[in-house]
């Protein structure tokens, strides 16, 4: 695979992507990071998943060969902007919460 654009300007747009994606993020009022425990919440935060779906994207355009104009930084920005704005109002319906397990409805698979 190919790409036409130096690593330089990669990183660069990588890094637009980050912060716009986390900027427009909390413009949009999604909290920094989600409730505690962090490690069992399925609240989505302007930390987690935004910036990691601004990059997929970002990098998922780039083996395309998609760079549209100035080596990607604007391609960067709407993906960033696409990707919070994805986050905010989409991504539950998309991804949906996994149902909550009590302790009574736990049940024992054989």
């Known amino acids: ?5 130096s690593e330089i300007y990669l990183f660069i ?4 992507a980050i912060a716009i994606s ?3 993020a909390l413009g949009l009022r999604l909290p ?3 409730n505690k425990p962090i490690r069992f919440s399925f609240e ?3 930390l987690f998943p935004t910036p990691v779906i601004a990059i997929g994207l970002l990098a998922i355009c780039f083996s395309l060969n998609i760079y549209w104009i100035y080596d990607g930084m604007v391609l960067a920005i ?3 902007g696409f990707s919070a704005l994805f986050t905010k109002y989409l991504f539950d319906y998309v991804f949906p919460k996994p149902p909550e397990v009590t302790e009574d409805s736990q ?3 054989q």
């Open 44 to 46: 989505t935060s302007a």
């Open 32 to 34: 920094l990071l989600p």
């Open 107 to 109: 049940e024992v698979i």
């Open 1 to 5: 695979m190919i790409i036409h654009v």
């Open 78 to 80: 709407l993906l960033g």
């Open 22 to 24: 986390i900027i427009i």
């Open 13 to 16: 747009d990588y890094l637009i």
